[in-house]
């Protein structure tokens, strides 16, 4: 009898375990997914594709339907829709579109999850094509230009320009899904999505084209061609070109491709500028770097000796340099030297052994307090101190340590001001040697 009962009770177990993991099988549901909506008609590159996807479980509630987008085995977009109800969902994919992709068949998958994770899978091909646009806008900060179309992918503006042209490039939305594009500069590259201005650039203004393609996003021009007696300048950054060139004293200085160069400071001490806009150079002869700074529309010279800048030599020949407060070109209040050496001013070599630098109170030097001094080089080391540097002048005085100025700073003495508006030309000689330095300070 006893065995019996085991017996009854072994099989009776089974029969409930089976019966246990039958329903726990049947609890996991059966997601069902596919989509009315046709896809041989295909899309274009950049839409944002409107679909229709009918999802259901007879058994267990859904959660969500994943629809992605997959160019080769790479998925690049992808939009969730909750799916609390059995049913039709209405959505959009986007369908991105990226620079040398050709015309292609991409993947569209749809991913179906109920609420204990099983998952249903349904794929559709869909043909992508790229848009053949009828033209594009040049969007600039005032100005909107056409580009038309010239060939299957490119595009060109041809108008009179002036020498630079910053703007981006805005694609019309096409299609039943289209979407604007935008083509802006990034990482000095042109990419889509964004509306950060393109830097054009032609060697002159006048009659020129503006070209782009859309399939690899190669646009022009990007000439750029500053130059100083026909010197090219090299690019330093956006803001600022240089180039290092021999100049000699008295010779005219033709500046090129700077097309607003009327508004732009001269440096009174290196150039001069005569009612027609002739410049002039006025040091010494020799090597110069001249940087044209944009930001601050003024020209930065400095003294050369081979390729580098030049440093004061043991015979009083070479470079002075000024680093300090109270002073900045082409203004104190916009860029004024301070310590930072990379902004040290070099004062112009006029000949004998005699260093210059003109001044106007209150905008290239403070009238009132100033704390500067004379350098061997551009950047720590070399200075000049009071010892080794003497004045007559009562306009400026050189520091002590005592006096309310370090070693060799100069100050304007107490109770007294510059003239504002007044030049005032600053002038060391060095003829008597390094260490007999004379400072000479003289208003116009």
């Known amino acids: 009898m006893k065995t019996y009962l085991y017996i009854l009770f072994v099989v ?18 059966n997601p069902v997914v596919d989509s009315p909506t046709q896809y041989t008609q295909g899309a274009l590159f950049g839409d944002s594709l409107q679909f229709k996807v009918n999802v259901s479980d007879a058994d267990v509630p859904l959660s969500t339907v994943k629809v992605q987008l997959f160019y080769s085995d790479e998925m690049v977009s992808e939009t969730v829709i909750r799916t609390k109800t059995n049913g039709e969902y209405t959505s959009k994919i986007y369908i991105p579109y990226y620079a040398n992709v050709p015309n292609g068949t991409a993947t569209l998958k749809f991913v179906l999850q109920n609420i204990h994770l099983t998952i249903t899978e349904t794929s559709y091909d869909l043909p992508l094509t790229r848009p053949d646009y009828p033209y594009l806008t040049l ?16 595009y060109a503006a041809t108008q009179v320009f002036p020498f630079t042209v910053k703007g981006y490039i ?40 503006i070209v782009f393609n859309t399939f690899n996003y190669q646009a022009a021009p990007f000439i750029i061609a500053y130059a100083v007696n026909g010197n090219v300048l090299s690019r330093v950054d956006d ?52 940087t044209a700074n944009f930001t601050m529309k003024y020209f930065i010279v400095e003294a050369l000796n081979g390729t580098a800048l030049a440093t004061l ?78 004045t007559t002048s009562t ?21 007294t001001t510059l003239e504002t508006g007044a030049t005032y030309v600053i002038t060391v000689d060095l003829s008597a040697g390094n260490d007999k330095a004379v400072m000479t300070v003289v208003k116009k």
């Not at 009776?12 to 549901?29: P, V």
Request: proline residues 3%; contains cysteine.
């Open 395 to 415: 306009l400026l005085f050189i520091g002590d340590g005592t006096n309310g100025r370090d070693s060799g700073n100069l100050g304007i003495p107490t109770g």
């Open 239 to 290: 803001n600022n070109f240089k180039a290092d060139l021999a100049l000699t004293k008295g010779q005219e200085v033709t500046i090129d491709g700077i097309e607003d160069l009327a508004n732009w400071w001269i440096d009174p001490d290196y150039f001069s500028k005569d009612a027609s806009g002739k410049l002039t150079f006025l040091p010494i002869t020799g090597n110069y770097r001249i």
């Open 170 to 209: 805005k694609a019309p939305a096409v299609g039943t899904y289209g979407n604007e594009i935008t083509f802006g500069w990034e990482d000095n590259a042109v990419i889509n999505g964004s509306m950060t201005n393109i830097p054009f650039s032609n060697s002159s203004s006048g009659t020129y084209s």
């Open 12 to 29: 009776s177990g089974t029969i409930f375990f089976n019966s246990c993991k039958k329903d726990e099988a049947q609890s996991a549901g």
């Open 139 to 154: 969007v600039t900060e005032d100005h909107e230009y056409r580009m038309d179309r010239k060939s299957l992918y490119n």
């Open 313 to 390: 030599q043991n015979d009083g020949t070479g470079a002075m340099w000024i680093i300090g407060e109270g002073i900045g070109k082409p203004s104190v209040a916009t860029n004024q030297v301070g310590w930072t050496t990379e902004k040290a001013l070099c004062m112009a070599p006029i000949g004998n052994k005699k260093y210059q630098m003109t001044v106007v109170a209150g905008t290239t030097v403070k009238a009132d307090v100033i704390n500067f001094k004379f350098f061997y080089q551009k950047g720590w080391g070399g200075e000049f101190k009071n010892t080794g540097l003497t």
